[in-house]
């Protein structure tokens, strides 16, 4: 089936710094989301990318797919307390997967002010 | 916001216990979904349903059952809880095309005793 893998599980920062999540498929993907769940919340929608090679940005965050579409960043500059929580990538369905999506592990990124 | 909706927020509940977690959305979504998510960690598709009187396991097997009676409701139910059940359960839905965001509810935090 398909498998993704999310890197890193944990990172800490000191408030100012850059962060970065990179999500890695097994298969090429035709479009991957991103989701952001504060500590105690849900996962929020944040973007969902579809061409090779595309970027995007929201205000300090980019987010980037690689042009083979089997891997995805989330680059966060200058970060912020109100950026900590939980990033997710998600995968479109795909193989016996029809309709559902595939959460990556996430990345808890703690900012220490 | 997304306007779905689950109930309760929080239970304790003793162990051999009967429960139903409620969720509602008023976006007519089709697709529904139920999550299993412990703290700090990934989330778990449990249930899901694509639509009126269609529901299937998800990933992560689980005791609980579900229901889709109405296109806006999606109840779980554990008829007998275990401390083993203790997470926080994330209900979703999503519109089933274009992009097919998923929204989330504010989720129910369960503890069994």
Not at chain 1, 22 to 47: A, D, E, M
Not at chain 2, 69 to 79: A, W
């Amino acid at each position: 089936g398909q498998q993704v893998m999310q890197i890193p599980q944990y990172q800490h920062v000191q408030e100012g710094e850059d962060f970065t999540t990179y999500c890695n498929s097994s298969t090429t993907l035709s479009n991957i989301q991103w989701y952001k769940q504060r500590p105690g919340g849900h996962p929020v929608f944040l973007i969902q990318l579809v061409k090779s090679g595309e970027v995007k940005k929201q205000k300090r965050l980019t987010f980037q797919f690689g042009e083979a579409k089997k891997n995805s960043s989330l680059h966060i500059t200058a970060t912020q307390t109100t950026d900590v929580g939980t990033y997710f990538c998600a995968l479109p369905p795909g193989g016996t997967s029809y309709g559902k999506l595939t959460f990556g592990q996430g990345t808890i990124l703690t900012v220490h002010p | 916001e997304a306007d779905i909706y689950q109930t309760p927020r929080y239970l304790v509940i003793g162990t051999g216990k009967k429960i139903t977690l409620e969720c509602s959305q008023t976006m007519g979504h089709d697709k529904m979904y139920w999550y299993q998510q412990d703290p700090g960690m990934e989330l778990h598709l449990i249930h899901y349903s694509y639509g009126v009187n269609s529901t299937e396991k998800g990933d992560l097997s689980s005791e609980s059952t579900v229901s889709r009676i109405r296109t806006e409701h999606f109840p779980l139910t554990l008829e007998s809880a275990r401390p083993s059940h203790t997470s926080q359960y994330l209900c979703a839905s999503s519109e089933g095309q274009g992009v097919d965001t998923q929204y989330f509810g504010p989720g129910t935090r369960l503890t069994v005793l």
